[in-house]
């Protein structure tokens, strides 16, 4: 059964940058029935979307992080990367990393999530 | 940027009752393509229905999405207690909208 699993540091420094890992277990990241995103929920409130990356090596980025973020994908290590540059603690919370089904553009499995904190 | 509305915030209810949550969008969004999530506290969201009526699998049958156009709603039959959550709509994969709580009256 597909897992996803985030991991990176809990804690980050502002203006310094954000690294988060996905590791998707029991399958592939190469199908094309498929897509991969991550999402974000600041504590107390409600869901973000912050990209998506697709098979083909697109990307699709939420147009107010766009110039700070970049996904990407590991395909041997069935893995998908979010950095998110320049941080500030308005990007505090709890991110997701989600799977996306393609002929409907949405996502029907999720990670647990890893909180974030952007702290001095 | 397509932005989706949801209302009303919070919905004060008792079990048995029946909800209705909106969802509607700054312009017109192919029903195919509006998502309803369900998430409890401390948990990932789940999806509940995709394709604006179709339930995810092992989705209870009192769960049900309807609209088109700009207007969109899910609908709970008939609220069990594991029912009480924070209620999303998302289109195309991407815009959330800001939620609606589902809470005990």
């Known amino acids: 059964q597909l897992q996803l699993q985030e991991s990176g540091p809990g804690l980050v420094k502002p203006s310094e940058t954000l690294s988060l890992t996905c590791t998707v277990s029991g399958g592939s990241i190469s199908s094309t029935s498929y897509y991969w995103g991550w999402i974000r929920q600041p504590p107390g409130k409600g869901l973000e979307w912050i990209g998506s990356?697709?098979?083909?090596?697109?990307?699709f980025y939420n147009p107010s992080l766009m110039s700070r973020v970049t996904i990407s994908g590991d395909t041997a290590k069935t893995q998908i990367s979010l950095e998110l540059i320049s941080v500030t603690a308005a990007d505090t919370a709890v991110y997701y990393c989600?799977?996306?089904?393609?002929?409907?553009?949405?996502?029907?499995?999720w990670g647990r999530g890893t909180l974030v904190t952007v702290s001095s | 940027e397509i932005v989706l509305t949801q209302s009303p915030g919070t919905l004060s209810l008792s079990p048995g009752e029946r909800a209705t949550l909106s969802c509607r969008a700054s312009?017109?969004?192919?029903?195919?393509?509006l998502a309803w999530y369900q998430q409890k506290p401390g948990q990932p969201p789940r999806l509940l229905i995709y394709?604006?009526?179709s339930r995810a699998t092992g989705i209870p049958d009192r769960f049900s999405g309807s609209g088109s156009g700009t207007d969109f709603t899910l609908t709970i039959s008939r609220l069990e207690p594991e029912d009480f959550a924070v209620y999303y709509c998302q289109q195309y994969g991407r815009t959330f909208g800001q939620g609606t709580k589902v809470e005990v009256k």
């Open positions: 990356l697709y098979y083909s090596g697109n990307t």
């Open positions: 394709g604006e009526s």
């Open positions: 312009q017109s969004v192919s029903s195919s393509y």
């Open positions: 989600a799977r996306g089904f393609r002929s409907g553009e949405y996502f029907d499995l």
